[in-house]
Structure formats: C-alpha cells, structure tokens
C-alpha cells in the first residue's frame, strides 16, 4: 500500500527512524525535493538533491554494512536505481518527476528503511 504524500511537502515525525543522522539526512532530503519541486528550473536545488542524496545513501549503507544488516544488498540496489534515475535529469523538471520523488523518498522511508529501526 501506498503512504500518502505529506502536502506541504516536510518530514514530520511519522517518518522518525530513530537514529538521529539519519532523521537528520532524511529532514535534509525533504527539504530538497521541496526546493527542486518550489522551482523546476532550477540546476543548482537539483544538483543539491543529488548530492544529499548520494551523502545519505552512503550514511545509511555505512551503517547498515557495519551491523551486518541482512537486507543490505537490496536496500543497496535500490538507492542505487533511484540515484540514477535522479542523476539523468536535467531542469526544468516535470511535475512527474516530483511526484515520482516524492512518492519514492516517502515511500522508501516508511516501507524499506523502517525495517532497520532498532538494527542499527
């Protein structure tokens, strides 16, 4: 089932995983898409999106490889699709593309990082 998107796009405390990097980064990755979704055209909020991104897949795939997380390589291969998916994108961006990010960041955190809560 599919989490509904939060409108204003914010983290809130529904998607605290309880390691507070990680809330942090998350909080980070919000306010992100935000700014790309605030204004489309912009190549600076969406290279800023990148790089958050990339920063918190190797915080969080750090962690996860250093407890021994049996679904590492899955959750692996999943940021990997979307951070290519996100690299390949030029500005303007379309209304599509942030939804689809939206969706996949809340999605993401409420269906496959909070299989980690506690494991860390």
């Known amino acids: 089932m599919s989490e509904k998107i939060p409108e204003p796009f914010v983290w809130d405390e529904s998607f605290k995983v309880f390691y507070d ?37 190797s915080d969080e795939e750090g962690m996860m490889q250093k407890s021994g997380h049996d679904n590492y390589p899955a959750h692996k291969k999943i940021h990997d699709e979307f951070l ?33 809560k506690g494991k860390l």
Not at 28 to 34: E, P, R, S, T
Not at 85 to 112: E, Q, R, Y
């Open 21 to 57: 990097n990680l809330d942090d980064e998350h909080k980070n990755l919000f306010k992100a898409v935000f700014n790309v979704a605030a204004d489309k055209g912009n190549a600076g909020a969406l290279k800023n999106l990148v790089d958050v991104t990339a920063h918190h897949f």
């Open 84 to 116: 290519t998916k996100i690299k390949g994108l030029k500005s303007p961006v379309d209304d599509g593309t942030i939804h689809f990010a939206k969706d996949w960041l809340v999605n993401h955190i409420k269906g496959i990082d909070f299989k980690y």
